[in-house]
């Protein structure tokens, strides 16, 4: 005697187990499943919170990367008595302690002398410094034709040459 019938086929069944299992098998389409268990819920709070945590890294990444120089603007008339007094430095954009160079100048590095001597890839050096004879990045070069090589502090360059540093 089956006390369970299937409403969609009138097949009859012992047990209410063997009904759920049917309409699941036969009738899936029409059965109602909850759109998330506890389990797949928790598992997409811990995506979210995942996600959330990646962005906030991105950001906080995001801000230091483009945050403002602190140096910015500060020597500003600095690098301007080195350009009048026909300091030059010679680089390579690909070179460490060029960049090491600029940096520590920040936004007041547009008033340096600047020559580069890389070639676009990086593989040759550029006619004006083999003709300048340098042999190594950054130099730099002062009005009296003395030269210091390799990252040069900024108090070492307003000794140098005078200019007050700030």
Not at 7 to 14: G, L, M, N, P, Q
Not at 38 to 58: E, F, G
């Amino acid at each position: 005697m089956a006390e369970y019938k299937c409403e969609k086929c009138d097949r009859e069944f012992a047990s209410k187990e063997a009904l759920d299992m049917h309409n699941s098998s036969k009738h899936y389409e029409d059965v109602k499943k909850p759109i998330l268990k506890i389990s797949d819920k928790r598992k997409t709070r811990n995506w979210i919170l995942i996600i959330v945590a990646v962005l906030i890294i991105i950001g906080i990444a995001y801000f230091l990367a483009f945050k403002e120089n602190p140096n910015d603007g500060k020597y500003d008339s600095f690098a301007q008595c080195l350009s009048e007094k026909n300091t030059t430095m010679y680089g390579a954009f690909w070179c460490p302690h060029c960049k090491e160079q600029k940096k520590a100048f920040g936004s007041s590095w547009q008033y340096i002398n600047y020559i580069e001597c890389s070639t676009p890839d990086g593989n040759a050096q550029l006619q004006i410094c083999k003709d300048a004879n340098i042999d190594g990045y950054p130099t730099w070069q002062f009005a009296d034709g003395t030269r210091r090589d390799g990252f040069v502090p900024l108090a070492d360059l307003a000794r140098i040459t005078n200019c007050s540093l700030g």
